[in-house]
């Protein structure tokens, strides 16, 4: 089989590692992975496609900030990319985020409709049918399941600095993405095939196939001081917090709050931050940019004594799995998919904003201490999360749209 993966980035964002997964599942199998992407390029063992440049993606973002028209510019480069795609003759196209300032969705599903060829969309969020955003948990917004109005989320990612354009994005979307013989969609939740079933994609078969970790990668790892001695926190209990981007919807301003609220022997370290963010943290609160270092990464999971996840908008926050495949108990708001991670052995729910929830939360499980989680996290994530085993599901649901 030959499979084109095509995602906003290259393995730099969570949807571009998992593609970069399953790719190497397609190669160890004896098949060919092939991922088109926008930007960020990177070293990957797939056959690379890069769609548009900087200055197509200056203008994309241009017509999304001022008329609202994200997912409609970058004509001349989709259509580049189509006579790219002619040219590799895929047997399956697998589309992941389409959002970011890199493709015109109307070229390139015209060209979807007259290529016949089976599509596996997995959705990331919920941009493709909302009318503008991605996530809508955060405002609390249910518009998107008969029309979209009057954008209560205009400001937010793909912002759009002027008009509300989100009732005409809402009806295009529905007429490019809908009718299609040949599309199979992947939810990572329950929660988001159940959102699924109540937007213009209803009449899509969708296959709820969750992510994987890299088990080698995220485990357990012998007690080692050395990482909390070089940031000063050798006696202190340590609450992790990561995001690839931290903004209000990651809960950043809830950590701010949870500062204030902890033990003077606990200190909060946050992963992601911008130089912004880091500039006037809280004493006990450690801000350090962003890591593509898996390793580095694995090191900080393991040495947390919990890994709080206080977000507002998620889909199935793949930080929540990382954590556990760490052995790390994890406390979550009761947010979209984040919550399906955990059972009642390995971490702990709270409803969103409840600031006193989860500090209690945080509390019983640094009382009770790390160790009386730690094996049973590991082991769901071997059950449930191991990349090889998920992945694999990829192949016999390409092999099926094949036969």
Partial sequence: MKILHINVALITDAPGRIAEEIGKVLIDNGHQSYIAYGRYPRPTISETIKIGNYTDQFLHLALTRIFDNHGFGSVKATRKFIRQIDEVDPDVIHLHNLHGYYLNIDVLFGFLRKAGKPIVWTMHDCWPFTGHCSHYDYVGCDRWKSKCYACPNKNAYPASWLIDNSTGNYFRKKNIFTGLNLLRIVAPSHWLANQ??????????????????????????????????????????????VASFWGRHKGFDDFIKLSSLIAGDTAILLIGLNEQQQEGLPANIIGLSRTESLGELAAFYSAADVFVNPTYADTFPTTNLEALASGTPVVTYNTGGSPEALNQVTGVIVEKGDLAGLSGAINSILDQGKNQFSERCHERAQLLYNKEKCFLKYLDLYKEMLT
């Fill in 196 to 241: 699924l079933k109540e937007s213009f994609l209803k009449d899509y078969p969708v296959d709820v196939l969750p992510n994987g970790v890299d088990l080698a990668v995220f485990k357990p790892q012998a007690e080692n001081n050395s990482l909390k001695i070089r940031f000063g926190l050798k006696n202190k209990k340590l609450i992790l917090g």
